[in-house]
C-alpha cells in the first residue's frame, strides 16, 4: 500500500466486507455466496480492491487461491473495523424480548440437547419474546473457524470436544454423566454389568460429525478396550439396542427419555475416571456485551439451573 494517506472518500464499506469474505474464504465463489452476490460482481469487487490496495489480494496458488502477505496482514485489523462499525450501528442499551424481532444462529452438537434442553427454551420464547428466532444448525467440522468469523452466535458443545474454547468468552451450562445402555431383557447382564462383560460384549460405537464422540475419546484415554461391532451417530445408538446383544455408552439424560419406549436398561459403568460431560456455550467479543445475547445466554443459565436440579 501507498506511504501516502488513502483518501477515504474512495472507501465503500462493501469494499472491507468482501475484503474480509475473500481473504477468509480464499475464493471468489465461496465469498460470492457467503455475501449473496453474483460471482462477476465480486471478481470486479476484487478488482477495486487491487487497486485500491495496490497489491493482488488473491493470487493463484496450484488449483486454489491464496492471500498475498499483506492481505493475511490485514484481515483481522478489517474484521476489527467491521466488528466496531457493527457496534456502532446496532448498539442498544436496552433489549425488551416482549416486543423486540432478533435472530439467533445457534450451533448446537448434542443431539439429545434438543429434547432435553432446547425444547423448554422454545417454549419459553414463545411465550416471553414472540419475535425472537433461534436458527440452530449442526456444528460441522469448521464450528471453530466460523466462530472465530462471527458467523454464528453462541456454540454449545461438550467441553471436552474443544479444547480451544478458553479463548473465547464461555460460561458451563450443566455436567451429564454417562451410563451404558443395554436392551432390558439382554440374556448376559442382569442389573449390573461387569468390566469383562463391558470389554467384551458386541460394543455400539458413537461418533458426532466426523469425530469420535466425547464418551469414545475418553474410554481411549482412559484404555478401555472395546469389541466394537458398529459405529454411528450418537443420537441414534440408543434406537439400535433393541433386541440386540449390543450395550454402549451415552448421556443420561438422552437415555431417561427414550429407555421406556426402546426397552432400554441403564447401568452404571463399571468404569473409573470415567468423566461426566460438561456442557458449555461459547461465543465472541462481538456480542459479549450485547443486550440481547445476554438476554438469551441468561435463558440458557436459567434452563441449565433447572436441568441440573431435575438431574
Known amino acids: 500500500m501507498s506511504a501516502n494517506r488513502v483518501d477515504l472518500r474512495r472507501v465503500d464499506l462493501n469494499l472491507l466486507v468482501a475484503f474480509e469474505a475473500l481473504v477468509a474464504e480464499r475464493s471468489v465463489t465461496r465469498a460470492a455466496g457467503r455475501l449473496g452476490v453474483g460471482q462477476s460482481a465480486m471478481s470486479s469487487t476484487l478488482g477495486r480492491l487491487r487497486r485500491l490496495l495496490g497489491d493482488p489480494v488473491l493470487v493463484r496458488e496450484g488449483r486454489g487461491l ?16 467491521l466488528i466496531d ?45 414472540p419475535r425472537v428466532r433461534l436458527h440452530i444448525e449442526p456444528p460441522g467440522d469448521d464450528f471453530a473457524s466460523r466462530l472465530q468469523r462471527h458467523e454464528v452466535d453462541l456454540l454449545i458443545i461438550p467441553r471436552e470436544a474443544y479444547p480451544e474454547h478458553h479463548l473465547f468468552p464461555h460460561r458451563e451450562l450443566f455436567s451429564d454423566r454417562y451410563v451404558v445402555a443395554v436392551d432390558r431383557d439382554h440374556p448376559d447382564i442382569g442389573d449390573e454389568i461387569t468390566y469383562e ?24 484415554l482412559i484404555g478401555v478396550p472395546r469389541n466394537v461391532e458398529i459405529t454411528t451417530e450418537f443420537g441414534i445408538a440408543p434406537f439400535l ?19 421406556e419406549q426402546n426397552n432400554l436398561k ?26 440481547g445475547h445476554r438476554w438469551l445466554r441468561e435463558c440458557l443459565l436459567e434452563l441449565a439451573a433447572q436441568v441440573t436440579v431435575e438431574a
Open 241 to 259: 439396542l433393541h433386541g440386540t446383544r449390543l450395550i454402549t455408552v451415552i448421556h443420561e439424560r438422552l437415555a431417561r427419555q427414550v429407555a
Open 197 to 220: 462383560q463391558f470389554t467384551s460384549l458386541p460394543y455400539l460405537a458413537t461418533f458426532s460429525g466426523r469425530h469420535r464422540s466425547p464418551a469414545e475419546i475418553q474410554l481411549d
Open 66 to 81: 491464496v492471500p498475498t502477505p499483506l492481505a493475511e496482514s490485514l484481515l483481522e485489523p478489517v474484521r476489527g473495523i
Open 85 to 129: 462499525i457493527e457496534q456502532v450501528l446496532t448498539h442498544r442499551g436496552q433489549f425488551d424480548p416482549a416486543t423486540d424481532a432478533r435472530t439467533f444462529l445457534i450451533l448446537l452438537t448434542n443431539y439429545h440437547l434438543t429434547s432435553t434442553f432446547l425444547q423448554p427454551l422454545l417454549a419459553r420464547l414463545a411465550v416471553e419474546a
Open 266 to 291: 441403564l447401568l452404571r459403568p463399571p468404569i473409573e475416571h470415567l468423566h461426566p460431560m460438561t456442557e458449555i456455550m461459547v461465543w465472541t467479543n462481538r456480542t459479549d456485551r450485547d443486550a
